[in-house]
């Protein structure tokens, strides 16, 4: 059974990470614009505030290989720790910054810059949780204790936006009243420094680095588990834009597009994270039941068949089916998807290399579609003239890409994490 302070270390430390994130996400879709940006250009701010949003994605899997690396070398715990750290400073930094008006053109630079070192720290940080946590629990329950990493993502999504839509009450907002969520990252990062330090250290590991750790393990992960690694990639990656499109772009269409108050967009994302929070251990505890595959299977097809009415939904510019659009597209359908994935990644890997072959899997795929997706969705709707069809179009063939992939993953829900994976499994689908 997986220990309280591994739970709490790694569920408390991922929700810094992905509030640092939302909180990036809020920002930069309602206020880096005019802050960082030329006020005389509006579509050019948005689409700079994007930009900033995806630069973070390409420090991500150069952060996730380094400090894996180190993770399966010297241990997962210490580098916890530092990417914690990392991520908690270059966030509280963001809430510290001159904007254009102040300094010109410094200010989009120095804001790329802290987003760069945020998604540095990132690219290691939840593959981590996910590695702990699978290699501390039971298990008959490791689809549930895996998937809570996940309920963490949620916790943090929701944490950030609550606080950011309160501060969008303040009459300072729009001066400094944006900056207060981002300075608050100090508090998560001290509490999440605590109860890290009190972790020990995976006995899986421990036991692999008594028999010696691998000198290269992104290497050896390429060179022994390249089907794996390239399943792995291939649901990850599709998986990821869909996420950042209903959890970053949406808030940006239905102010910019729909011109509906942000309230609208926030409030969807307080209740599609609140459900998330609430389904995400139930999806953990089903994926023991019946499997990896299954549930995901089926929570991707339910996404590719919901993507189109989950966008007319969005363009009637009722804010309840607003509302009921995001909650059931991301907190349920996404939510599925990405339970599911914490328990299967971390069972496709030997414990040689699980940690660079998670982040890999992770954090490439993050940097190719997960941050520019919303600035390919904001692209592609202003060439349709504001028009949706494209953003559900593509939606429904990422959503088939992550079915596809995962078709030819082997079911992993009986594997034991000391045993290597049989690489021609892949082409039956065997359990491993």
């Not at 991520?87 to 802290?114: E, N």
């Not at 959503?399 to 039956?428: G, K, N, Q």
Request: hydrophobic content about 55%; aromatic content about 10%.
């Amino acid at each position: 059974m997986t220990s309280r302070p591994v739970t709490k270390a790694a569920v408390i430390g991922t929700a810094l990470e992905f509030y640092d994130h939302a909180l990036f996400g809020l920002g930069a879709a309602i206020v880096f614009d005019e802050q960082f940006f030329p006020a005389d250009m509006p579509l050019a701010g948005t689409l700079g505030s994007f930009a900033a949003f995806a630069v973070g994605f390409l420090a991500r899997p150069i952060g996730g290989v380094m400090f894996a690396h180190f993770g399966d070398r010297a241990g997962r715990k210490p580098m916890l720790v530092v990417t914690l750290l990392l991520m908690g400073l270059s966030t509280a930094g963001i809430g510290l910054l001159p904007t254009y008006d102040q300094v010109g053109l410094a200010a989009p630079v120095l804001l790329v810059l802290l987003r760069l070192a945020q998604g540095f720290g990132a690219g290691a940080e939840y593959a981590g949780a996910l590695v702990m946590m699978a290699e501390t629990s039971d298990p008959r329950r490791r689809g549930l204790w895996a998937s809570l990493p996940g309920a963490g993502v949620q916790i943090g999504i929701l944490t950030a936006t609550l606080v950011f839509t309160a501060v969008t009450a303040l009459p300072s907002f729009e001066t400094w009243g944006w900056r207060l969520p981002f300075l608050l990252s100090l508090v998560g990062v001290g509490v999440g420094l605590f109860l890290r330090f009190r972790v020990q250290e995976s006995e899986l590991f421990e036991r692999e680095r008594a028999r010696g750790v691998s000198r290269f393990p992104a290497l050896e992960v390429v060179r022994r588990q390249p089907r794996i690694l390239l399943i792995a990639f291939v649901a990850n990656a599709p998986f990821g834009a869909i996420a950042y499109i209903l959890s970053v772009f949406v808030l940006s269409y239905v102010t910019r597009t729909l011109g509906l108050p942000a309230t609208v967009g926030l409030v969807a994302k307080l209740l599609s994270a609140a459900v998330a929070i609430a389904v995400t251990p139930l999806f953990g505890l089903l994926a023991d039941r019946v499997g990896r595959r299954p549930v995901f299977l089926g929570t991707s097809l339910l996404l590719a068949v919901f993507a189109f009415p989950m966008f007319w939904l969005v363009d009637t510019g009722r804010p309840e089916l607003v509302i009921l659009a995001v909650t059931l597209g991301y907190g349920v359908c996404v939510t599925g998807m990405f339970a599911v994935l914490a328990s299967l990644l971390t069972e496709l890997f030997d414990t040689r290399h699980r940690y660079s072959g998670v982040a890999i899997a992770r954090e490439w795929t993050a940097a190719l579609t997960s941050g520019p997706a919303p600035l390919v969705a904001a692209a592609l709707v202003a060439g349709a003239g504001g028009g949706s069809w494209p953003i559900a179009l593509l939606v429904v063939i990422c959503s088939m890409i992550a079915f596809t992939a995962v078709l030819f993953a082997p079911e992993t829900r009986h594997r034991s994490l000391t045993e290597a994976v049989s690489e021609p499994a892949i082409r039956t689908g065997a359990v491993i």
